[in-house]
Protein backbone atom coordinates (compact mmCIF):
# COMPACT_ATOMS: atom_id res chain seq x y z
CA UNK A 1 0.00 0.00 0.00
CA UNK A 2 1.46 3.59 -0.52
CA UNK A 3 1.79 5.12 3.02
CA UNK A 4 1.44 8.38 3.88
CA UNK A 5 2.06 8.01 8.07
CA UNK A 6 2.25 5.45 10.48
CA UNK A 7 0.41 5.71 13.59
CA UNK A 8 1.88 3.16 16.11
CA UNK A 9 0.53 2.58 20.01
CA UNK A 10 2.79 2.85 22.48
CA UNK A 11 2.93 0.00 24.91
CA UNK A 12 3.62 -3.37 23.82
CA UNK A 13 4.69 -1.78 20.33
CA UNK A 14 6.93 0.68 20.65
CA UNK A 15 7.90 0.24 24.87
CA UNK A 16 8.37 -2.94 26.96
CA UNK A 17 6.47 -1.26 29.84
CA UNK A 18 5.09 -4.60 31.39
CA UNK A 19 7.00 -5.10 34.02
CA UNK A 20 6.72 -1.53 35.49
CA UNK A 21 3.28 -1.54 35.11
CA UNK A 22 2.82 -4.93 36.76
CA UNK A 23 5.17 -4.31 39.55
CA UNK A 24 3.19 -0.71 40.44
CA UNK A 25 -0.48 -2.60 39.80
CA UNK A 26 0.50 -5.64 42.18
CA UNK A 27 1.74 -2.79 45.12
CA UNK A 28 -1.45 -1.24 44.84
CA UNK A 29 -3.23 -4.76 44.83
CA UNK A 30 -1.01 -5.24 48.27
CA UNK A 31 -1.92 -2.20 49.86
CA UNK A 32 -5.59 -2.54 49.33
CA UNK A 33 -5.00 -6.47 50.56
CA UNK A 34 -5.85 -8.01 47.21
CA UNK A 35 -3.84 -11.04 45.28
CA UNK A 36 -1.03 -10.20 43.13
CA UNK A 37 -1.16 -10.91 39.84
CA UNK A 38 1.75 -12.43 37.82
CA UNK A 39 3.36 -9.95 35.10
CA UNK A 40 2.21 -12.95 32.30
CA UNK A 41 -1.06 -12.10 33.43
CA UNK A 42 -1.19 -8.37 32.92
CA UNK A 43 0.04 -8.69 29.28
CA UNK A 44 -3.75 -10.18 28.68
CA UNK A 45 -5.05 -6.94 31.06
CA UNK A 46 -3.68 -3.92 29.32
CA UNK A 47 -4.07 -1.80 26.70
CA UNK A 48 -7.82 -0.12 27.95
CA UNK A 49 -6.31 2.60 29.84
CA UNK A 50 -5.74 2.56 33.57
CA UNK A 51 -9.65 1.92 34.41
CA UNK A 52 -10.01 -0.76 32.09
CA UNK A 53 -6.30 -2.03 33.88
CA UNK A 54 -7.99 -1.89 37.48
CA UNK A 55 -11.59 -3.63 36.72
CA UNK A 56 -9.33 -6.52 35.00
CA UNK A 57 -6.95 -6.64 37.49
CA UNK A 58 -9.25 -6.78 40.88
CA UNK A 59 -10.74 -9.92 41.85
CA UNK A 60 -14.55 -10.03 41.10
CA UNK A 61 -16.00 -9.26 44.44
CA UNK A 62 -13.89 -6.44 44.61
CA UNK A 63 -15.33 -4.67 41.28
CA UNK A 64 -16.95 -1.74 43.09
CA UNK A 65 -16.37 2.21 42.11
CA UNK A 66 -15.01 2.64 45.21
CA UNK A 67 -12.33 0.24 44.88
CA UNK A 68 -11.47 0.62 41.56
CA UNK A 69 -10.81 4.73 42.35
CA UNK A 70 -8.77 3.12 45.07
CA UNK A 71 -6.77 1.29 42.99
CA UNK A 72 -6.52 4.34 40.18
CA UNK A 73 -5.63 6.42 43.07
CA UNK A 74 -2.67 4.47 44.40
CA UNK A 75 -1.55 2.56 41.10
CA UNK A 76 -1.07 6.66 39.84
CA UNK A 77 0.61 7.29 42.64
CA UNK A 78 3.09 4.64 41.91
CA UNK A 79 3.57 4.49 38.38
CA UNK A 80 4.22 8.40 38.23
CA UNK A 81 7.51 7.76 40.31
CA UNK A 82 8.78 4.32 38.69
CA UNK A 83 7.37 3.95 35.26
CA UNK A 84 10.86 4.11 33.37
CA UNK A 85 12.91 1.90 36.28
CA UNK A 86 12.76 -1.22 33.61
CA UNK A 87 10.83 0.04 30.59
CA UNK A 88 12.66 0.35 27.47
CA UNK A 89 12.05 1.11 23.64
CA UNK A 90 11.34 -2.71 21.88
CA UNK A 91 14.78 -3.98 19.96
CA UNK A 92 15.11 -1.84 16.53
CA UNK A 93 12.57 0.33 17.08
CA UNK A 94 14.76 3.69 16.73
CA UNK A 95 16.26 2.87 14.33
CA UNK A 96 13.18 1.63 12.38
CA UNK A 97 11.24 5.43 13.21
CA UNK A 98 14.73 7.01 11.70
CA UNK A 99 14.80 5.33 8.81
CA UNK A 100 10.77 5.80 8.17
CA UNK A 101 11.03 9.04 8.93
CA UNK A 102 14.34 9.51 6.39
CA UNK A 103 11.75 7.82 3.90
CA UNK A 104 8.96 11.16 4.24
CA UNK A 105 6.62 8.82 6.70
CA UNK A 106 5.00 10.93 8.71
CA UNK A 107 5.22 9.62 12.12
CA UNK A 108 2.46 9.88 14.76
CA UNK A 109 1.59 7.93 18.94
CA UNK A 110 -1.50 7.07 19.82
CA UNK A 111 -1.80 5.78 23.29
CA UNK A 112 -4.53 4.48 26.03
CA UNK A 113 -2.25 6.50 28.32
CA UNK A 114 -3.41 9.98 29.71
CA UNK A 115 -1.97 12.88 26.93
CA UNK A 116 0.71 14.17 29.17
CA UNK A 117 1.82 10.65 30.07
CA UNK A 118 2.37 9.79 26.83
CA UNK A 119 4.28 12.63 25.95
CA UNK A 120 6.81 12.16 28.81
CA UNK A 121 7.22 8.68 27.58
CA UNK A 122 7.75 9.32 24.42
CA UNK A 123 10.35 12.55 25.33
CA UNK A 124 11.94 10.33 27.42
CA UNK A 125 13.01 6.91 26.10
CA UNK A 126 12.10 7.57 22.11
CA UNK A 127 13.39 10.26 19.65
CA UNK A 128 10.87 12.96 20.14
CA UNK A 129 11.64 14.99 17.35
CA UNK A 130 10.85 11.98 14.82
CA UNK A 131 6.74 12.51 15.66
CA UNK A 132 4.70 14.90 13.70
CA UNK A 133 1.73 13.67 16.69
CA UNK A 134 1.73 12.23 19.78
CA UNK A 135 -1.84 11.47 21.49
CA UNK A 136 -3.15 10.49 24.46
CA UNK A 137 -6.33 9.71 26.48
CA UNK A 138 -7.79 13.41 27.05
CA UNK A 139 -11.03 15.44 27.05
CA UNK A 140 -10.60 15.80 23.44
CA UNK A 141 -9.21 11.73 22.87
CA UNK A 142 -11.25 9.41 23.77
CA UNK A 143 -9.50 6.07 24.86
CA UNK A 144 -8.93 3.03 21.57
CA UNK A 145 -11.26 1.52 20.12
CA UNK A 146 -12.86 4.06 19.69
CA UNK A 147 -11.56 5.63 16.34
CA UNK A 148 -11.99 9.29 17.03
CA UNK A 149 -8.43 9.31 18.01
CA UNK A 150 -6.64 7.86 15.18
CA UNK A 151 -8.94 10.29 12.88
CA UNK A 152 -7.94 12.78 14.55
CA UNK A 153 -4.42 12.05 13.84
CA UNK A 154 -5.09 12.02 10.45
CA UNK A 155 -6.25 15.23 10.39
CA UNK A 156 -3.52 16.77 12.10
CA UNK A 157 -0.79 15.23 10.04
CA UNK A 158 -3.25 16.36 6.55
CA UNK A 159 -3.16 12.82 5.26
CA UNK A 160 -6.25 10.13 4.32
CA UNK A 161 -6.77 7.72 7.03
CA UNK A 162 -6.62 5.24 3.86
CA UNK A 163 -3.08 5.97 3.50
CA UNK A 164 -2.07 5.54 6.98
CA UNK A 165 -0.72 2.36 8.52
CA UNK A 166 -1.63 1.67 12.09
CA UNK A 167 0.98 -0.62 13.91
CA UNK A 168 -0.26 -1.98 17.26
CA UNK A 169 -0.08 -5.46 19.65
CA UNK A 170 -3.41 -5.78 20.66
CA UNK A 171 -7.36 -6.43 19.40
CA UNK A 172 -7.91 -2.62 20.51
CA UNK A 173 -5.78 -1.28 17.92
CA UNK A 174 -7.17 -3.76 15.40
CA UNK A 175 -10.62 -2.61 16.14
CA UNK A 176 -9.35 1.07 15.83
CA UNK A 177 -7.48 0.36 12.89
CA UNK A 178 -10.68 -1.16 11.39
CA UNK A 179 -13.53 1.51 12.66
CA UNK A 180 -10.68 4.41 11.28
CA UNK A 181 -10.56 3.05 7.97
CA UNK A 182 -6.98 2.09 8.51
CA UNK A 183 -4.57 -0.98 7.22
CA UNK A 184 -3.74 -2.33 10.81
CA UNK A 185 0.06 -4.22 11.24
CA UNK A 186 0.13 -6.76 14.06
CA UNK A 187 3.52 -6.68 16.43
CA UNK A 188 4.18 -10.23 17.30
CA UNK A 189 6.72 -8.97 20.13
CA UNK A 190 3.80 -7.26 22.12
CA UNK A 191 1.57 -8.17 24.91
CA UNK A 192 -1.24 -10.53 23.10
CA UNK A 193 -0.55 -13.84 20.66
CA UNK A 194 -0.25 -14.01 17.22
CA UNK A 195 -3.26 -15.99 18.02
CA UNK A 196 -5.41 -13.71 19.42
CA UNK A 197 -4.55 -10.81 17.06
CA UNK A 198 -5.60 -13.15 13.79
CA UNK A 199 -9.03 -13.78 15.47
CA UNK A 200 -9.59 -10.21 15.64
CA UNK A 201 -8.80 -9.48 12.47
CA UNK A 202 -5.24 -8.89 11.70
CA UNK A 203 -4.13 -9.82 8.59
CA UNK A 204 -0.44 -8.30 8.05
CA UNK A 205 2.33 -9.44 11.33
CA UNK A 206 5.73 -7.95 11.85
CA UNK A 207 7.62 -10.89 13.95
CA UNK A 208 10.39 -8.06 13.92
CA UNK A 209 10.76 -4.27 14.37
CA UNK A 210 12.45 -4.03 10.42
CA UNK A 211 9.65 -6.08 9.07
CA UNK A 212 7.31 -2.71 9.55
CA UNK A 213 9.68 -1.69 6.78
CA UNK A 214 8.77 -4.33 4.25
CA UNK A 215 4.82 -2.37 4.59
CA UNK A 216 6.27 1.39 3.01
Not at 9 to 16: F, K, N, S
Not at 155 to 175: H, K, N, Q, T
Amino acid sequence: MKLDAILFDLDGTLLDSIGDIASCANEALAAMGLPLLTVDAYKALVGDGISGLARKALPLDSRNEASIQTFIEIYRGLYAERWSETTVPYPGIEGVLSTLHARGIRLAVLSNKRDDFTNVCVERLLPRKLFDVIRGESEITPRKPDPQGALQVARDLGVSPARCLFVGDSEIDAETAQRAGMEFLAVEWGYRSQAELAQAGAKHFAKAAVHILDYV
